[in-house]
């Protein structure tokens, strides 16, 4: 007669599936806390990102008499080229590359170019780890491949006329705790944006409208530079601004947004 082994190993079905649920509880109950860390430590490095590039814009006008730096891209249409902070992609030999076929590194070359460089060393400064264009092949906005560039200096920090009456000397910024420099925007030559960040108001008078949309890639805020050197998060609270942002709607009509109001009073002119 057949003795019962008393001595089995391994597990049954039953307790495969029992333990296959009890890890599948934890993952749902951990995977959120997760995720909210990621996120919180992302918006750790943007907010280092935004102050060090903020510091770096008041070191370069310490160097150059209170003068700013150009608020454009180096594109050959921009009056402040020969000093804008970031330039257009170019290939290791310095030629310009267009923006909608340059990689990556070709963009950062093009950062490195640029006169903000020498007091921001650093290119993982230049780019929000929140920001996932990096991976993409192509925008959803515009035909142009990986970006590297997270943040755009607004038009009227001496961007020109398209800024509207744009400042060009730090004397002219009045209340320069309030004024911001940078400001978080799916910035890439010749892709989304163009040139400086800017608004409808200061440059024709339509105050309610946006000119320029925002990335808001830390929930419903923004980490924003301002003109005395410190950064922070900016809580967006107008669902308007949030649909503007995540569909990258341009010239987008919000009449009574406390937002854009924010940004209009903020936006440096002279």
């Known amino acids: 007669m057949k003795q019962c082994d008393n001595n089995k190993t391994?597990?049954?079905?039953?307790?495969?599936?029992?333990?296959?649920?009890i890890i599948a509880m934890l993952l749902a109950i951990l995977l959120p806390a997760l995720g909210r860390v990621r996120m919180a430590a992302q918006s750790a490095v943007c907010l280092t990102n935004t102050k060090g590039l903020s510091l770096a814009w008041q070191l370069y006008l310490e160097d150059n008499d209170g003068k700013l730096v150009g608020a454009h891209d180096g594109h050959y249409g921009s009056a402040s080229r020969e000093y804008d902070w970031v330039n257009v992609p170019r290939d290791?030999?310095?030629n310009p590359v267009a923006g909608n076929s340059a990689t990556v590194e070709q963009k950062q070359l093009g950062i490195k170019a640029g006169a903000l460089y020498p007091y921001a060393e650093h290119l993982g400064q230049y780019h929000c780890p929140a920001d996932r264009r990096t991976k993409s092949?192509?925008?959803?906005?515009?035909?142009?491949?990986h970006a590297w560039r997270s943040y755009s200096i607004p038009s009227c920090m001496n961007g020109g006329t398209h800024g509207g009456r744009s400042v060009s000397k730090y004397t002219q910024i009045k209340m320069p705790t309030q004024k911001y420099i940078f400001i978080e925007e799916d910035a890439d030559v010749d892709g989304a944006n163009w040139g400086g960040w800017?608004?409808?108001?200061?440059?024709?008078?339509?105050?309610?409208?946006?000119w320029d949309p925002i990335a808001i890639r830390h929930g419903k805020k923004n980490m924003m530079g301002y003109a005395d050197g410190h950064a922070e998060k900016h809580l967006w609270l107008d669902e308007r601004t949030l649909e503007m942002a995540n569909?990258?709607?341009?010239?987008?009509?919000?009449?009574?947004?406390?937002?854009?109001?924010?940004?209009?009073?903020?936006y440096a002119q002279r």
């Open 92 to 94: 290791q030999q310095g």
């Open 10 to 21: 391994g597990f049954t079905l039953i307790e495969l599936l029992v333990v296959i649920s």
């Open 137 to 145: 092949t192509a925008s959803s906005t515009a035909g142009y491949n």
């Open 198 to 210: 800017s608004l409808a108001g200061p440059i024709n008078g339509n105050w309610d409208q946006w």
């Open 247 to 266: 569909g990258q709607i341009f010239g987008l009509v919000t009449p009574d947004n406390p937002d854009l109001k924010y940004m209009n009073k903020n």
